[in-house]
């Protein structure tokens, strides 16, 4: 069953650009996304452990935590990120006019 997470991180871990890489590489991470500040939303069918080894493998200074995201959550996100967290993909495109 897919599940959605929280990645944060602090500065040491990477620059946004080398998470979003370290991500890609993981094939357990089914899809993510960001929009927030040291912070990916991610999915996935494996657990918060299992994914955290997977970063650490990479990423090999700073802290971080992952964080699974149950329905006893809420904020002030945009529209696609609710979407993937309560849907477990991302938000279809609208077809163009």
């Known amino acids: 069953m897919k599940k959605a997470y929280l990645l944060v991180y602090n500065d040491s871990v990477g620059t946004r650009e080398e998470i ?3 991500i890609d590489e993981i094939d357990e991470v ?3 996304r960001y929009d927030l500040p040291n912070m990916f ?3 996935s069918t494996y657990s918060a ?3 955290s080894i997977k970063i650490r493998e990479k990423a090999t200074k700073g ?3 992952i964080s699974e ?3 006893n959550s ?3 996100l945009r529209t696609d990120a609710w979407y993937l967290i309560q849907n477990k993909e991302h938000k279809p495109k ?3 006019k």
């Open 74 to 76: 809420y904020g002030w």
């Open 30 to 32: 089914h899809t993510w």
């Open 63 to 65: 802290r971080f935590i």
């Open 49 to 51: 452990e299992e994914i």
């Open 41 to 43: 939303y991610l999915i």
């Open 20 to 22: 979003r890489n370290y």
């Open 69 to 71: 995201v149950t329905e």
């Open 94 to 96: 609208s077809p163009s």
